[in-house]
């Protein structure tokens, strides 16, 4: 786990948090309209620039779980997406929304709770999470074959295992999306290779055994 460095920047009415150990840079938060969020201001992020609900709307765009609102009393504002999603991303990383339950996640991550950018190029030096090591060196467009079984019920929680020198297991309702947008899998257990190598993308098919993939 890359070392922890988290900002915040205070309002008001309600507070924002970036964590940098998770922040990927996708640029959720600097994109959005308005002035919550702006490049090379200093602070770069002033939340009486919104409404306490802009500033949680844009704040909950972000994929990675680096920010995070909190109210005056410290408790993060958020609540979970009532389906849980995995979107395979093209080129990039497994994108987590929903009820999640981290194996092994420090609680000072409150973010990851609900959002969550997840390695599946097996390059990250911040695994579970992505780091953006993909870039340049991971192909896969994010097309999913599979269809699995209708889900009984939507939502609940989700708890994701990352097993050494293995996939990541998921357990509960979950939809997963290629990376086109299409609800493609549906199921309530699914392991999901995290080793890069798999040649039935995105699920794993053992490969990381031969391979020799290692998680540390």
Known sequence: MAKKQVFRYKGTEIDVTWEERLCIHIGECGYSQ?????????????????????????VARCPSGSLVCRNKQDQVTETAAAENTVTVSYQGPYFVTGDLAIEGVPEDMPGVR????????GL????????????????DYGAVGETGEPLKQKGGQLKITPLEDGPLLLSGSVTVKASSG??????????????????????CDGTHNAIGFKTE
């Open 34 to 58: 308005g002035e919550l969020f702006v490049a090379g201001r200093d602070p770069w992020c002033k939340p009486d620039l919104s409404s306490p609900a802009e500033v949680e709307e844009v």
């Open 114 to 121: 609900f959002r969550a950018a997840l390695c599946r190029c």
């Open 124 to 139: 990250s030096k911040n695994k579970p999470y992505c780091d953006n090591s993909h870039e340049g060196s991971f192909k």
């Open 182 to 203: 299409r609800s493609a899998w549906q199921g309530e257990k699914l392991a999901l290779c995290r080793c890069g190598a798999s040649k039935n993308k995105p699920f």
